[in-house]
């Protein structure tokens, strides 16, 4: 099964700690209001582009849920210098697919995420491909 979701949203935590690694708490919803999403995402600042650790849960409007883990990504400055809320990095993220509730809740399978991310908001498509057990199979 394939689904693309753009998602626009807020950061709704956004920490720098003291060992170089910045953390962003995302919450946003899809441009349809279908899916809503909530993820963490943390990256060492300045010395390597590479996203360390995060998580994605995306909840569609039925309650079904897919939940996922990053497995690898990039996030990088965009060189953007403007004051206001410009998008100042870019991000390109890819999930592993680990479960879920409702139709979801045996689905297995990849995300890659890309977007730009700012002080306040967020803007990216997620991109799944996901694998669903037959219905009344054995999983």
């Known amino acids: ?10 950061v709704v935590e956004r920490v720098e ?9 995302l ?5 349809d209001g279908v899916w809503v999403m909530s993820g963490l995402v943390a990256w060492n600042i300045g010395l390597v582009s ?3 650790e995060g998580d994605i849960t995306l909840a569609r409007d039925d309650g079904a849920e897919i939940f996922g883990s990053l ?11 403007d004051a206001g809320d410009l998008a100042d990095h870019e991000m390109r993220l890819e999930y592993e697919i680990d479960g879920g509730t409702g139709v979801f809740a045996s ?9 730009t991310l700012a002080a306040s908001t967020f803007r990216g498509t997620w991109s799944l491909a996901l694998d669903l057990p037959e219905p009344g199979g054995d999983g």
């Open 50 to 52: 590479s996203a360390g």
């Open 107 to 115: 689905a297995t399978g990849r995300c890659t995420a890309s977007g």
């Open 27 to 31: 919450d946003g919803e899809s441009d």
């Open 17 to 25: 700690l003291l060992n170089g690694t910045e953390t962003v708490s």
């Open 71 to 81: 497995l690898r990504g990039e996030v990088v400055e965009s060189g953007a210098t």
């Open 1 to 10: 099964m394939e689904i693309e979701i753009v998602i626009s949203g807020e």
